[in-house]
């Protein structure tokens, strides 16, 4: 009896001794956009990554083969170019040797460590990246669990113009390679909806200054205005657009307003802009979703925008729940990446090849300072208003 009871209690010893040795800090490595053109928009991807791995470590780290490991964060600033980040996961992987990898910021940096995936065979879930380029990547390595995609969301755009009578538009689109795909698809779908396009201007990304352009897009007068726009220049739109009383009842920013500091600057001048997104803390059926605004207002002192942060989230959700199933063995993550369904933030994830099919494109808006979903009006929060006169 006694022995037994000793035998139980060593026993016991050993095996949380076990895991105090065997447990191992697993090296989660990414490249950010600290500075240059993306750096506006990359701080809630940052934020959000960094909230993710205090709290996993908080809960006692990742658990994977019956253990929990505690997780630590390698990433370095690819000054938002190409280039750098290729050369960044290339050091993560063969020099670093982290154990799992996250995503960079935007469609271009994306696009741009698809070779250095393949060539490592190592699994990634993307995040922040939209591209029609990104259904001709090879099925292998990486996914993208976002709906945002320029011909969906175009069609989408256009539908909502029909719904609201619009007749004409004049649209005016940044050159980079986001904004310029979806000017791509949106021109076609407005002729099908029988809506005239009166102008169709872009502009540099390094643009100081909208007010000519947008004094021309006021003179034409038409019933909406598409303003294809990153984060940066949103703010620039929004400032000339008030300042030349450019009131039309229907405006579209596609990246911008979903950001705490667009909504920072403009406040309620913002209500009424339909922008990009299918995501919002307001859907009761993903109780993941006000979770995750809550955690982040809290963390950050002010709430996380709607688009990338909600994005990053669905990644590291996917990620976490794949590693507890297959650990870090790289044949079967990317096995469970592929062929499981992902409890997330915004909603159920399956992936076929690289694309989230359980996801349907969505566009939102801003109302009384919260992102609402307006469009498809099967998963709308909120129905569509016009747009109030800029403040």
């Known amino acids: 009896m006694h022995k037994r009871l000793l035998l139980s209690i060593v026993a016991a010893f050993a095996a949380l001794w076990g895991v105090t040795v065997e ?22 991807q940052l934020n959000t990554y960094k909230m993710w791995s205090e709290q996993v470590n908080a809960r006692g780290g990742l658990k994977f083969d019956g253990k929990k490991h505690p997780v630590k964060l390698v990433f370095y600033d690819d000054q938002s170019n190409t ?9 993560l992987i063969t020099n670093d040797k982290v154990d799992l990898l996250l995503a960079p910021w935007g469609t271009a940096l ?15 879930v993307g ?37 609201q009578g619009v007749k004409s538009v004049s649209l005016i689109t940044n050159q980079l390679q986001y904004t310029q795909e979806n000017k791509k698809f949106i021109i076609p779908e407005l002729k099908k909806a029988g809506i005239k396009l009166l102008v169709n201007e872009d502009y540099p990304p390094n643009v100081k200054d909208m007010t000519a352009l947008l004094t021309k897009v006021k003179s034409a007068n038409a019933d909406a205005v598409l303003a294809y726009t990153y984060p940066g220049d949103s703010v620039l739109y929004a400032k000339g657009a008030r300042e030349v009383g450019l009131n039309a009842k229907t405006q579209v920013v596609l990246l911008g307003p979903q950001y705490g500091f667009f909504l920072g600057i403009f406040g309620a ?8 997104g299918h995501w919002t803390p307001f859907r009761k ?38 590693v507890a199933q297959s650990g870090l063995n790289r044949d079967k993550l990317r096995k469970t990446i592929s062929s499981k369904t992902f409890q997330t933030v915004n909603g159920p994830v399956r992936f076929e090849g690289v694309m989230n099919v359980l996801l ?6 801003i109302q009384d300072g919260k992102t609402h979903i307006i469009w498809p009006p099967k998963q709308a929060t909120a129905k569509i208003i016009p747009k109030p006169a800029w403040k």
Not at 110 to 124: D, N, Q, S, T
Not at 269 to 276: D, E, K, P, S, V
């Open 23 to 44: 447990a191992k800090t697993i090296k989660v490595g990414f490249s950010m956009s600290k500075t240059g053109i993306f750096a506006a928009a990359a701080g809630s």
């Open 269 to 276: 001048a913002a209500n009424g802009l339909i922008t990009m």
């Open 285 to 322: 059926d993903w109780p993941k979703a006000k979770k995750y605004w809550d955690d982040y207002t809290a963390r950050w002192k002010g709430p996380p925008d709607t688009l990338d942060a909600p994005m990053t989230q669905m990644s590291l959700e996917i990620l976490e729940q794949a």
């Open 127 to 163: 995040n922040t990246a939209a591209s029609v380029l990104l259904r001709e990547v090879k099925a292998g390595n990486i996914w993208f669990p976002t709906s945002s995609f320029p011909d969906t969301q175009s069609v989408a755009v256009a539908e909502i113009l029909k719904n």
């Open 360 to 365: 349907p494109a969505m566009m939102s808006q």
């Open 83 to 91: 280039g750098k980040a290729v050369q960044i996961y290339e050091k």
């Open 110 to 124: 994306h696009v741009a460590i698809v070779g250095v995936l393949e060539r490592y065979k190592f699994p990634m």
